[in-house]
């Protein structure tokens, strides 16, 4: 006997009082357990699949642009013409530390989006996922601007 | 003692010993009391027995149920398939009593009322806490597969093709547009995407598998819509 079925028992001991099943509420241990109640809040896998995109997306472009910027003085060096000479200052920001820092915060911030939507919070899921989003359109922007790559 | 010697016997026994009553010889009524007790001793312990077992199944359902309430759905333990309305099963078969019946005959009428929506949802009889949708896990598999074929067909046909037209941009006196230019987003960038979303619709399908909703049929759908949508833009 328990607080969930207090009929549990009773039912299984000869000398009880029969009660019937019917007294059982259907919510408590009679349910099927094998039906998902779809009231229950859902991860939404289009979200994850979003989610998915985005944090592979964090480490790819930060590489892409990465590239494309250290790109610039060999092609420079083939006789390809860059769109402006930047100074190796700038190269080096907008080539290695932005790139890391865009690609580690992105990763994070979909990591987070990604484990909300799992727990069925997808509106937190999906405003982290917006966040990370947002550092990478910001990076690529700002990458392109200071180097002048057309990459987007 | 009776006149007629062949009645003589059977008189001063008692009515029939029950058990053990070995050839006619008398049983000792010490022996007997001494068997009854043993009998009851033995019943009573079979009852314990069958009380301790059914409070162990109904501890292990609210543990069920409690693990089910707090955990996420795909995190459920895998249930043991069949609906704890029935009745335990050895109570049924003890000596047929009118109350081993009742209980059975009532069970068995409550429960076309509280099955009735499980059967009707669930496919087959087995009812697991992970629906059975064969069709939507083919279909991911099937994407996953064609994901992976893609990526090696795409890298073996169109790289030839990308090197010479990025080449040819730069030694047409390109800049580095020849770099993120239209044969590059053609056939390095939107192939990039395009398998990386499948992989995506991928995760997405099996999320939406493990909770048992149709709409991951879509989102399968969409990966393979990338793929083609890729594959028409390289050719053309």
Redesign the interface.
């Known amino acids: 006997?328990?607080i969930?079925?207090p009929y549990?028992?009773a039912?299984?001991?000869?000398t009880a009082v029969?009660l019937?099943?019917?007294t059982v509420s259907?919510t408590?241990?009679?349910?099927?357990?094998?039906?998902?109640d779809q009231g229950?809040p859902?991860?939404?896998?289009?979200?994850?699949?979003?989610?998915?995109?985005l944090g592979?997306?964090a480490i790819?472009l930060p590489l892409i642009l990465a590239s494309?910027v250290y790109?610039?003085p060999f092609?420079v060096d083939?006789g390809?013409?860059?769109?402006e000479p930047v100074d190796a200052g700038v190269v080096v920001m907008a080539g290695t530390i932005v790139p890391i820092v865009t690609a580690v915060l992105a990763t994070i911030l979909a990591g987070i989006g990604r484990r909300q939507i799992?727990?069925?919070r997808n509106g937190a899921g999906a405003v982290w996922l917006a966040l990370a989003f947002g550092v990478l359109a910001v990076a690529t922007v700002w990458i392109g601007d200071t180097t002048?790559?057309?990459?987007p | 003692m009776s006149w007629f010697p062949e009645q003589s016997a059977p008189v001063p026994q008692p009515p029939a010993p029950v058990s053990g009553a070995t050839g006619g010889t008398p049983v000792d009524p010490l022996e007997r009391a001494r068997r009854q007790l043993a009998d009851q001793l033995a019943q009573h312990k079979r009852l314990l027995d069958q009380n301790v077992a059914a409070q162990r199944q109904t501890l292990g359902q609210n543990l069920t149920q409690r693990t089910e309430a707090v955990t996420q759905p795909w995190q459920r333990p895998p249930q043991q398939g069949q609906n704890p309305t029935q009745p335990p099963q050895p109570f049924a078969g003890q000596q047929g009593s009118p109350a081993g019946q009742n209980q059975a005959a009532s069970s068995q009428a409550a429960r076309p009322g509280q099955n009735a929506p499980a059967t009707a949802n669930s496919a087959g009889p087995t009812n697991t806490a992970r629906p059975a949708m064969p069709g939507l896990v083919l279909t991911n598999v099937l994407l996953v597969l064609a994901t992976l074929a893609f990526i090696i067909w795409h890298v073996v046909t169109w790289t030839g093709t990308l090197v010479d037209a990025v080449a040819a941009c730069g030694d047409a006196g390109g800049t580095l547009d020849c770099f993120t230019g239209d044969a590059m987003r053609t056939w390095l960038f939107l192939p990039l995407v395009a398998a990386i979303g499948a992989f995506g619709a991928s995760a997405g399908t099996r999320i939406e598998t493990r909770q048992g909703r149709q709409r991951g049929y879509l989102i399968g759908l969409a990966g393979f819509a990338l793929l083609a949508l890729s594959i028409s833009m390289s050719y053309s």
């Open positions: 006997m328990s969930f079925d549990k028992v039912a299984n001991d000869p029969r019937g099943r019917a259907p408590l241990a009679g349910t099927d357990l094998g039906r998902i229950r859902q991860a939404s896998g289009a979200l994850y699949a979003v989610g998915f995109v592979w997306a790819l494309l790109l610039t092609a083939e390809w013409q860059t769109p799992k727990a069925t002048g790559i057309p990459f």
